[in-house]
């Protein structure tokens, strides 16, 4: 059975920065495409960044590139966002993804993260 | 970037209804679109992918169809289960964007 489990959301003041974490299992990772995609309180998805399956390209939405960065550890079996200088807009429920054949075929619970003073 | 726009934001319908919910792209749309399904509180799953294969599981009540820049999704005999909102998705060309999302509730 496929799972993704998020870890590392929480409370943080604006211009703070936090590490949210994936921890795969079910599927052999290093064959496969990630994304974090995200959704703010009552709002709709927004995807976020996506990285290639031996992690060598990466792909950003125009609102957090130079903020977040998205890393893949084949070894460690993890997949990783890194938020920088976040904005209170950044509140979301991140969600870790699964990109196969195109699309988000699978989905992480997801992870809160409130970026407020 | 690509815009999807799905019709309507919301729908009440009964169970055994059949449901259209329509995503049109701002632009032309290749193959790759897909459709998901949120309840509240939970992950999305998804449904649909290349506008018409259906996922592993998902019950062939769902179908997807369309071309060009206009989609569709249709519950055929709609069940109690299927109370939720949808999105269309595209990964066609970078960033992948989804629709605003069509809330299903009961009638």
């Known amino acids: 059975e496929v799972q993704l489990v998020e870890s590392g959301g929480g409370l943080v003041q604006p211009g703070g920065s936090l590490r949210l974490s994936c921890a795969p299992s079910g599927f052999t990772f290093r064959n496969y495409w990630m994304a974090w995609v995200r959704q703010a309180p009552g709002k709709g998805l927004e995807w976020v960044a996506n990285?290639?399956?031996?992690?060598?390209?990466?792909y950003y939405v125009d609102s957090v590139k130079g903020r977040f960065t998205i890393s893949k550890d084949n070894a460690k079996n993890s997949l990783y966002l890194q938020m920088n200088s976040l904005r209170v807009e950044d509140t979301a429920v991140y969600f870790c993804a699964r990109h196969g054949r195109r699309v988000f075929d699978q989905w992480g619970q997801g992870t809160l993260v409130t970026v407020s003073s | 970037d690509i815009q999807m726009t799905q019709s309507p934001s919301s729908l009440s319908a009964s169970v055994g209804d059949i449901v259209t919910i329509t995503c049109r792209a701002s632009?032309?749309?290749?193959?790759?679109l897909g459709w998901y399904q949120q309840k509240p509180g939970k992950a999305p799953k998804l449904l649909i992918y290349t506008i018409s294969t259906l996922q592993s599981g998902v019950p062939s009540r769902f179908s997807g169809s369309g071309s060009g820049t206009d989609f569709t999704l249709t519950i055929n005999s709609l069940q109690p289960e299927d109370f939720a909102t949808y999105y269309c998705?595209?990964?066609?060309?970078?960033?992948?964007?989804f629709g605003q999302g069509t809330k299903v509730e009961i009638k």
């Open positions: 998705q595209q990964s066609d060309s970078v960033p992948w964007t």
């Open positions: 990285i290639k399956d031996d992690g060598s390209d990466k």
């Open positions: 632009q032309t749309i290749n193959t790759f």
